[in-house]
């Protein structure tokens, strides 16, 4: 089931596209390849997965089965907060979030959603949890995208509930 319906005021503000480095040139030359065409970084002795620089990933729940890639329909429940290193956990104002319910889906690699959600969602397993932190560049830059002021650095809990080929989806 296909949710594109759902979310339609902030979720037609994720579709603004960030600029920034292609997933290529981000993943690092030591990762390990989940899949041939994907370069899948392993995290640092802290936790933390440099994706691109600036764009940071924190796994918080493990997932199973194989990683998106590049193409793949991603279903995530997600939570908004403007980064604040003064806030506990650096989760500053919430912006907002998806409440658990009703999944937002967007193609990864289609440039549907920031350039920080296409990198950083990229390489997740299916039940993962990570904590995204972007920066302005990879997010709405010195535009912003109302409620998000310019220059904001963004965090995102991101869980990824669903994860479907294209090819396995029915037109």
Known sequence: MHY???LLGFGLAITLVGCGQSADEAAPEEAASADAAVQCPAPNDAGIIEIAPGLEAK???KGYGRVAVPGDYAD???TLWLFDENADGGRGTEIWTSGGVDPFQFQLGAGQ??????LGV???SLGETRELKIPPELAYGARGKPPVPPNATLLFEIELVN???PADTTP
């Open 59 to 61: 796994i918080t729940g």
């Open 76 to 78: 995530v429940h997600t």
């Open 163 to 165: 994860l479907a080929d």
């Open 113 to 118: 959603v920031i350039k920080g959600w296409d």
């Open 4 to 6: 594109r319906h759902l």
């Open 122 to 124: 990229t390489c997740m």
